[in-house]
């Protein structure tokens, strides 16, 4: 059965949230603050060499952030004298059409070379964000410049025009390669992503031209000055998801933003004419993500605990140097089965991991505890299921097999800092100081507050809201505690029981429903 996937979008004054949905269950979630400057993958800068490092064969670039960033020889690219070339000629008064089309592309850069014998410190050059400043290092950078599409990869100071091996037919890799060859103006190469079969001339043409025109939008910048400054960035978060993510399978886009929400739209209408309809602009009064339950899944998703099924649970630990999750089998009864029942636990639990895994972006060096198996087969198996789980992970990874002591090892690509959020709220009663108040001097508390209240403010009529069992402790019996404050203040209080609150916690409020502190 094909499964159904959703994309919400949540766009507020700070940040844009997107979730992604398969089968109403959350899969995925970018987020993209929109105050200040964020170093994201595939953004492109103007830099500064630093400082080389011979030793690593490497040199550190400044691009305006506090870290600097590093770019390793190798990294250079094959063109990188073309690209040079190009930024040192520059200039407002230069054709840039023309010199552009006119560097000459080669020789290229050879393997073995040497970072001292290309660059040296203060020289400017164009990099791109490959990896973003994680913990305490910058970001890691290339100098090999690539503006992804949704069909089309554009590769500028290139010659090859590749075609994505997942294309089986020859035909069609001939069709596109000739295609693409004649649309590519001079000293442009490309890919040819798999999302391109069976696409027509028009629309592979329009997001050419549209990837060409951002790539030659920044030589102004360069031309005017020769200092650091970002030149562009990849789209915005939303359209990079769905340039990422978009395929058949798409049934909803729910933006909250008409702004956005027309972005994302002519965003499909470029890369997938025939998407454009699934875009819907949310306009109801309750929160999207709450519309959606998105809220509830992110609460019960990023704890320490995450609970599966069957009393089965998953322990995950963040550190520096890598991840841990140990997966524990909880109150399930032990008898014959137990080997049976380990394995569904551990299958249970790999299906969890590998929804983690994408969920918070964790990246490394991932160890996994599963329960112990006795059978060899079992263990084969469980490695098979979650080398199966993670093939729709779109970071490279890898998974290793079980070791003899239950451990499974899994390296992912580690491009961004691991998505953190704190669901732990604060208690309203301790404050977080994990001390409450005698709970015998309770009721004199609340007396206090509603003799000030019709005293003082004249309130004659009360609504308390308390837990369950204060409730029950402020009305048990005929002479209840809330039936002599009725007849001590001549007041009327209506006592609520609200489920969620903790056990102390309780809230007054006035007749028109406003909340007396």
Request: hydrophobic share 40%.
């Amino acid at each position: 059965m094909e499964s159904v996937k959703d994309l919400i979008v949540d766009v507020n004054s700070t940040e844009v949230s997107i979730a992604l949905l398969e089968n109403h269950k959350l899969i995925e979630l970018n987020k993209e603050s929109s105050q200040g400057h964020n170093y994201s993958v595939g953004d492109v800068y103007l830099g500064k060499v630093k400082k080389l490092l011979p030793a690593l064969n490497a040199a550190f670039v400044d691009i305006g952030d506090e870290k600097e960033a590093f770019v390793h020889y190798l990294d250079l690219g094959l063109y990188f004298s073309a690209f040079d070339e190009f930024i040192r000629k520059i200039n407002p008064n230069t054709d840039s059409k023309s010199l552009y089309s006119g560097i000459k592309v080669g020789p290229i850069l050879q393997k073995e070379g040497r970072i001292e014998n290309v660059l040296t410190p203060g020289q400017m050059m164009v990099v791109q964000i490959v990896k973003e400043p994680i913990s305490t290092k910058g970001s890691r950078l290339t100098a090999e410049i690539s503006l992804a599409g949704r069909n089309i990869v554009l590769l500028p100071f290139a010659e090859k025009v590749s075609v994505s091996q997942k294309i089986a037919s020859k035909e069609e890799k001939r069709r596109l390669e000739t295609l693409v060859r004649n649309i590519l103006p001079k000293n442009y190469g490309a890919i040819i992503r798999t999302a391109a079969e069976g696409k027509n001339a028009a629309v592979l043409d329009a997001e050419l031209m549209s990837l060409i025109d951002k790539w030659e939008g920044s030589w102004s910048k360069i031309a005017k000055s020769k200092s650091i400054q970002p030149l562009f960035t990849e789209y915005s978060k939303t359209t990079t998801v769905l340039r990422d993510l978009l395929n058949d399978s798409f049934s909803n886009i729910y933006i909250n933003n008409e702004s956005v929400y027309e972005e994302a739209r002519k965003y499909i209408s470029l890369i997938s004419p025939e998407q454009e309809k699934i875009v819907r602009l949310y306009k109801d009064s309750q929160p999207i993500f709450d519309h959606f339950e998105v809220t509830r899944q992110i609460k019960s998703s990023f704890g320490k605990v995450v609970p599966i099924r069957q009393g089965a649970y998953l322990v995950i630990e963040h550190t520096e140097a890598l991840h841990v999750i140990d997966v524990n089998s909880g109150t399930r009864s032990k008898n014959k089965e137990q080997e049976q029942n380990t394995y569904d636990i551990n299958c249970f639990a790999a299906e969890e991991i590998a929804r983690q895994l994408r969920l918070r972006d964790m990246g490394g060096i991932v160890i996994v505890d599963f329960i112990d198996m006795e059978s060899s087969e079992h263990r084969n198996m469980l490695f098979k299921h979650m080398q199966e789980l993670m093939q729709n992970d779109r970071a490279k990874h890898n998974v290793l097999p079980l070791t003899k002591f239950g451990l499974m090892q899994i390296t992912r690509q580690r491009v961004r800092p691991a998505t953190e959020i704190n669901t732990a709220e604060t208690c309203p009663v301790c404050h977080g100081t994990g001390k409450i108040a005698p709970s015998l001097l309770i009721d004199d508390a609340i007396e206090r507050k509603l003799a000030f209240y019709v005293s003082e403010k004249g309130i004659k009529s009360f609504t308390l809201k308390t837990g369950p069992i204060l409730g029950a402790y402020l009305t048990r019996g005929m002479f209840s505690i809330v039936g002599k404050w009725k007849r001590k203040y001549k007041c009327k209080i209506r006592l609520e029981e609200i489920s969620d609150f903790s056990v102390l916690q309780n809230e007054l409020y006035d007749e028109k429903g406003g909340k007396l502190e």
